[in-house]
C-alpha cells in the first residue's frame, strides 16, 4: 500500500477565502490525482497532477478554482480558491503504485467546510 | 460519458448474514474495476480486477468480474457490526488511470 498524509485533516473556512491543502507521499510516484466527495455523494475526479507539467482538469473543474502544484514527485498541493458553501466537501489525494499492479490508494481526505 | 452503477443503494443485514452488492459499467477503454471499503473519509482499497471470471478473495470478503456483461459483484459472508461502511465501486479508464465512481452501497450490520 501507500501513505498518503494530507493536511489539514479538517478545516472550517469563510466564504471567499481561499485554502490549501497539501498531500505527501511516502515514496515517489509518476501520478497523483485529487477528488472531491460532496456530501452524500461519490467521489469525482478534479484533476490529475503531473511532476513538471500543469495538472490535466476534469470537465467542470477549473484551474483559476482549484490551482495545483506538483513541484516533485512525493507532493502536492490543491488549492481552492474563493470559497462558497457549495465547495463544503471532503477532498481526496490518491496516487497510483505500480506494486501490486498499479492500485490506486488515497489519503486520509480533508474535510472542508465553508460558512 | 462514462457510468457505473451500483445497487442497492443501502442495506440492512443482521450479523452473520451473507450479502451480494453489485457494479455494473459502462465505459470506453476499460483498464480494470476496483473495490473500495469507506468508513469514515478515506477508501480503502479492497480489490481490482482485471480479468473476467478469477476470483479475488480476502478473508470473509470476494469479487469477481464479467467483462461481457459489463458487471462485478462483491460478496462479504458472516457478516460482522465491522463490515458497516459504504463500499464503493470504480472503474478505471484510459492511460491517465482515470476513476469513475459509482455512487456507493452503504451496508448497516446490525446485531
Known amino acids: 500500500s501507500a501513505v498518503i498524509s494530507q493536511k489539514p485533516s479538517r478545516d472550517i473556512c469563510q466564504r471567499g477565502t481561499s485554502l490549501t491543502i497539501q498531500c505527501q507521499v511516502d515514496?515517489?510516484?509518476?501520478?497523483m490525482f485529487w477528488y472531491r466527495q460532496q456530501p452524500g455523494q461519490s467521489l469525482t475526479l478534479i484533476a490529475t497532477?503531473?511532476?513538471?507539467?500543469?495538472?490535466?482538469?476534469e470537465s467542470g473543474f477549473v484551474i483559476d478554482k482549484f490551482p495545483i502544484s506538483r513541484p516533485n514527485l512525493t507532493f502536492s498541493t490543491l488549492t481552492v480558491s474563493n470559497m462558497s458553501p457549495e465547495d463544503s466537501s471532503i477532498y481526496l489525494c490518491?496516487?497510483?503504485?505500480?506494486?501490486?499492479?498499479?492500485?490506486?490508494?488515497f489519503g486520509e481526505g480533508s474535510w472542508l467546510t465553508v460558512v | 460519458e462514462d457510468k457505473v452503477v451500483q445497487s442497492p443503494l443501502s442495506l440492512v443485514v443482521h450479523e452473520g448474514d451473507t450479502v451480494t452488492l453489485n457494479c455494473s459499467y459502462e465505459?470506453?477503454?476499460?483498464?480494470?474495476l476496483l473495490w473500495y471499503k469507506q468508513e469514515k473519509k478515506a477508501p480503502t482499497f479492497l480489490f481490482m480486477l482485471?480479468?473476467?471470471?478469477i476470483e479475488k478473495k480476502s478473508g470473509r470478503l470476494s469479487s469477481i468480474l464479467d467483462k461481457k456483461e459489463l458487471f462485478s459483484i462483491l460478496n462479504i459472508t458472516a457478516t460482522q457490526t465491522g463490515d458497516s461502511a459504504v463500499y464503493l465501486c470504480?472503474?478505471?479508464?484510459?492511460?491517465?488511470?482515470?476513476?469513475?465512481f459509482g455512487t456507493g452501497t452503504r451496508l448497516q450490520v446490525t446485531l
Open positions: 490518491s496516487v497510483e503504485r505500480s506494486l501490486g499492479g498499479n492500485t490506486i490508494y
Open positions: 515514496s515517489q510516484v509518476t501520478m
Open positions: 497532477a503531473n511532476q513538471g507539467s500543469e495538472a490535466t482538469y
Open positions: 465505459v470506453t477503454n476499460f483498464r480494470s
Open positions: 482485471t480479468s473476467s471470471g
Open positions: 470504480a472503474v478505471r479508464t484510459g492511460t491517465a488511470s482515470k476513476l469513475t
